[in-house]
């Protein structure tokens, strides 16, 4: 049954990777390497914090590094559900129109609600940003909407039981829709999609450390539209 699941997942992805890549010819492919750091910090049944920080490097990083900090409050409604609220703050180098430098400011909301599907472990992250993006001496403001879904499969254990420890494979995927004032973006209803698959390692309850493939699919103002093919390592902490 294990084998089945994984061949099924990875089936899946694959599938979906191969539908966002059919007109591969006719797009922008770019490369890029990202890193990222997600930390989440328990104060108490009630309360606690989350972070992430992340740099992203493109082909050329003069234009395309960006660097993005996004710290947040949580409030634990139930074991599996989890409200937050925070701050977040980009800076890039993207060559926009006439302007070099590109800085977001973002207000966001989001809830998660954890599960189970055929024994695996599953996140469903529900987010809601307020985006504030100033070019040159320009502030525009919009609002995008985010689905992220993303599955654990433990290479090592049982699926019913608690996995602590051990290598695992993610397949996650997040779709973007911009909901207001979409002609300060792209000038679309859907934003971009990013199907991501990792292998990773657990090493307690506590920590896990991965290094994956994501196909990101952005959606432009004007064809051609942009493929990135990007190589992600990224570290997990929960205390």
Do not use: C
């Not at 890029?32 to 992340?54: R, T, Y």
């Not at 559900?81 to 980009?90: E, L």
């Not at 450390?209 to 994501?214: F, T």
């Amino acid at each position: 049954m294990h084998h089945i699941i994984l061949f099924l997942l990875n089936i899946i992805l694959v599938s979906s990777l191969l539908i966002l890549s059919a007109p591969v010819l006719a797009q922008d492919n770019q490369f890029g390497l990202w890193g990222a750091w997600f930390n989440n910090v328990k104060f108490n049944e009630k309360w606690g914090m989350n972070n992430d920080i992340q740099f992203r490097a493109g082909r050329n990083w003069k234009e395309s590094a960006l660097f993005l900090i996004r710290p947040g409050v949580n409030y634990y409604v139930r074991p599996n559900q989890t409200a937050s609220i925070g701050y977040a703050t980009t800076l890039t180098l993207h060559h926009i129109k006439d302007q070099s430098r590109l800085t977001e400011h973002r207000i966001w909301e989001q809830y998660i609600i954890t599960n189970h599907m055929f024994e695996l472990p599953f996140q469903h992250r529900f987010r809601l940003e307020q985006r504030f993006l100033k070019r040159s001496e320009e502030t525009h403001f919009t609002q995008r909407a985010r689905y992220f879904i993303r599955g654990i499969l433990p290479l090592n254990t049982i699926l019913a039981q608690t996995f602590n420890k051990g290598a695992f494979i993610a397949l996650q995927n997040e779709l973007f829709f911009n909901i207001q004032h979409k002609n300060v973006v792209n000038q679309h209803f859907f934003d971009q999609n990013r199907a991501y698959t990792a292998f990773g390692y657990r090493f307690s309850p506590s920590y896990d450390l991965e290094m994956g493939y994501m196909n990101q699919f952005l959606k432009r103002s004007h064809p051609p539209s942009q493929f990135t093919h990007i190589l992600q390592v990224a570290f997990y902490t929960r205390l």
